[in-house]
T-cell receptor, first 115, second 116 residues
Framework: KAGVTQTPRYLIKTRGQQVTLSCSPISGHRSVSWYQQTPGQGLQFLFEYFSETQRNKGNFPGRFSGRQFSNSRSEMNVSTLELGDSALYLC???FGQGGLSGELFFGEGSRLTVL | AQTVTQSQPEMSVQEAETVTLSCTYDTSESNYYLFWYKQPPSRQMILVIRQEAYKQQNATENRFSVNFQKAAKSFSLKISDSQLGDTAMYFCAFMNPVSSNYQLIWGAGTKLIIKP
């Protein structure tokens, strides 16, 4: 069974640009969550999608958005990039919302560097 | 609001030793889940162990076990016979389906280094 796949793995952007990250969950999983991980702030929850609907949202500005498709694949978009957006963006999938009992399956992450 | 605190930013032990990572949490809920996740260097995060608050018995997974003290709101992870492959960031997390709406509340993490 394939794991959670995130693309691209690494990318470099400049301030003001926008970026789209993709996440393909484990087959059969309907929930996808996104996290931002930085050395200073740790793991910060961005949002969760379940059956194409955003079910939860973290405390991030509107520049951060996401969506989920009917095949459960998800994308997140960051517009007008700032230097502080440099981070590892993690995607996690689960069968139920929040994994029901909490078990999330993570991808390897997309490392974004903003210059 | 629920919070999770990991007071040890970094720890290091010799291979084969036993190490305990600390985690405390704050909640007014009585039913919830607690987790330890492991993130090895440049590799994906994986679930190490899970504890359901209504279960009094401490969870165990091979060399990994927890000491769950519900009244003290403490959830420590013990790694026995530590191995080089245990080197990783370890995150403690809390979840209550109602109050946290299925979202995991994460601690800041503990960097564990196993020395040969």
């Amino acid at each position: 069974k394939a794991g959670v796949t995130q693309t691209p793995r690494y990318l470099i952007k400049t301030r003001g640009q926008q970026v789209t990250l993709s996440c393909s969950p484990i087959s059969g999983h309907r929930s996808v969550s996104w996290y931002q991980q930085t050395p200073g702030q740790g793991l910060q929850f961005l949002f969760e999608y379940f059956s194409e609907t955003q079910r939860n949202k973290g405390n991030f500005p509107g520049r951060f958005s996401g969506r989920q498709f009917s095949n459960s694949r998800s994308e997140m978009n960051v517009s007008t990039l700032e230097l502080g957006d440099s981070a590892l963006y993690l995607c996690a999938s689960s069968f139920g919302q929040g994994g029901l009992s909490g078990e999330l399956f993570f991808g390897e992450g997309s490392r974004l560097t903003v210059l | 609001a629920q919070t999770v605190t990991q007071s040890q930013p970094e720890m290091s032990v010799q291979e084969a030793e036993t190490v305990t990572l600390s985690c405390t949490y704050d909640t007014s809920e009585s039913n919830y889940y607690l987790f330890w996740y492991k993130q090895p260097p440049s590799r994906q995060m994986i679930l190490v162990i899970r504890q359901e608050a209504y279960k009094q018995q401490n969870a165990t997974e091979n060399r990994f076990s927890v000491n769950f003290q519900k009244a003290a709101k403490s959830f420590s992870l013990k790694i026995s016979d530590s191995q080089l492959g245990d080197t990783a960031m370890y995150f403690c997390a809390f979840m209550n389906p109602v109050s946290s709406n299925y979202q995991l509340i994460w601690g800041a993490g503990t960097k564990l280094i196993i020395k040969p």
